[in-house]
């Protein structure tokens, strides 16, 4: 079982709807980070979490520490927000970063 | 401030050749990450640096690879001899501090085939 699990991994919509992205992980981390990759390869880092919730533009973060949870949501959806969205979650004392597999987003005009 | 700035963008190389990639870290940064991505196995972390000094190299596939950072401000990830299954995304990657909550910011990564 992998460590960090997304879904879904694929999700097409149309353009205007709301988004959600989940992450669960297993082990005890200090941070969770959600990164956007676009279709040309660049990765930006969208958020970091430790607790609670992050809002950027239409982005919004959550995190339940207690479940283990995370959710990535984007409202009024574009086709530019058609990425992959990776989840990955810093395990206490840690440096590395534990990745999940991505969800490829694709956002239909 | 510039960003992560990683050169080539692209590099196409024969079976066997020496493959040379560059990484210039955002200035400040203490930490630099070099990552590798292909569709199989995803993001995999090679080798992490720490001021300077390189922390762990565990995820280094093999002798083939070798990663130095000779100062603050650039690191080399070398590949020799190239062979085919080294054709991915590199992605270098650095950071302000040391703890495992700062963001890592990327760079746009150079995309290798070895033919």
């Known amino acids: 079982k992998n460590e960090v699990e997304q879904s879904p991994q694929n999700l097409t919509a149309q353009e205007g709807e709301f988004i959600t992205i989940n992450c669960s992980y297993s082990?005890?981390?200090?941070?969770l980070h959600w990164l956007q990759q676009h279709p040309g390869g660049g990765i930006v880092s969208l958020f970091m979490l430790s607790s609670g919730k992050k809002k950027h533009g239409r982005l919004i973060a959550t995190i339940n520490i207690q479940e283990k949870h995370s959710s990535l949501h984007i409202t009024a959806s574009h086709p530019r927000d058609s990425a992959v969205y990776i989840c990955a979650v810093h395990m206490d004392s840690n440096y590395q970063l534990i990745w999940g597999a991505g969800t490829k987003l694709i956002i239909k005009p | 401030d510039a960003g992560v700035i990683q050169s080539p963008r692209h590099e196409v190389t024969e079976m066997g050749q020496e493959v040379t990639l560059r990484c210039k870290p955002i200035?400040?940064?203490?930490?630099l990450f070099w990552y590798r991505q292909t569709m199989m196995r995803g993001l995999e972390l090679l080798i992490y640096f720490n001021n300077n000094v390189p922390i762990d190299d565990s995820g280094m596939p093999e002798d083939r690879f070798s990663a130095k950072m000779p100062n603050a401000s650039f690191s080399t990830l070398k590949i020799q001899p190239s062979e085919p299954r080294d054709s991915a995304v590199y992605f270098c990657?650095?950071?302000?501090?040391?703890?495992?909550?700062?963001?890592?910011?990327f760079g746009p990564g150079t995309r290798l085939t070895v033919l």
């Open positions: 082990v005890g981390i200090s941070a």
């Open positions: 200035s400040g940064h203490n930490s």
């Open positions: 990657a650095s950071r302000r501090g040391t703890s495992g909550t700062d963001t890592q910011y």
